[in-house]
């Protein structure tokens, strides 16, 4: 059974810094692209960023570009985003979602989500 | 960048047909992805490559893309179809995933 577990959510300060991780088992990993997602309180999906199976092809959101880090361990079967200089609108739910072969296409199996509140 | 455009709602009675439409410039010459989601749920994949269905997700969900608008299309809609629904593609002008703003499907 497929399954993608994110932790490292929670409170922290505008400009302040977290790492999300996400936890794969049930599949190949490292054969699997791999996104994270986000969705603000109330509000719709937005894609943040894409990683290929051997982290060739790296994708942001303009809206993440240069202060968020998408990587990922295939040795570990994880996946990470790294977000600097945080701000109110980072305010979401992240979640992690298992892409295909290509970076360019769908996305499978999503996990449950993390959140992460950007508050003084 | 590219844009997709969805109907905020769409309410059908128990039974029918619901149609809910993702618009975009030639979104025809694209793969479009739908996704269900549910109050306090992650989303659901429900179509893929236009008009493929997942295993497990029920034949009354099916799907159809052509010009500027591609349809995900819902017959003999049941309460438990009541969910937020969203479509998705690749911009390659902009190696973007794309997210349409979603439709809130109501079950009357």
């Known amino acids: 059974e497929v399954q993608l577990v994110e932790s490292g959510g929670g409170l922290v300060k505008p400009g302040g810094s977290l790492r999300l991780s996400c936890a794969a088992s049930g599949f190949t990993f490292s054969s699997y692209s791999m996104n994270w997602v986000r969705q603000a309180p109330g509000k719709g999906l937005e894609w943040v960023s894409s990683i290929s199976s051997s982290s060739s092809y790296i994708y942001y959101a303009d809206s993440v570009k240069g202060r968020f880090t998408i990587s990922r361990d295939n040795a570990k079967n994880s996946l990470y985003l790294q977000m600097n200089s945080l701000r109110a609108e980072d305010t979401a739910v992240y979640y992690c979602a298992r892409g295909q072969t290509t970076v360019t296409t769908h996305f499978d199996y999503w996990g449950q989500g993390t959140l992460v509140t950007v508050s003084s | 960048s590219y844009v997709l455009t969805q109907p905020p709602s769409v309410s059908v009675a128990p039974g029918k047909t619901a149609r809910i439409t993702c618009g975009g410039n030639n979104i025809g010459s694209k793969s479009v992805h739908w996704y269900q989601q549910k109050p306090g749920q992650a989303p659901v994949l429900v179509i893929y490559y236009d008009s493929d269905r997942p295993s497990g997700i029920p034949e009354r969900f099916s799907g159809s893309n052509s010009g500027n608008t591609a349809t995900l299309t819902i017959s003999r809609v049941e309460a438990g179809d009541e969910a937020d629904y969203y479509c998705?593609?690749?911009?390659?002008?902009?190696?973007?995933?794309?997210f349409g703003g979603g439709t809130k499907l109501t079950v009357l």
């Open positions: 998705q593609v690749w911009d390659s002008s902009s190696d973007h995933q794309v």
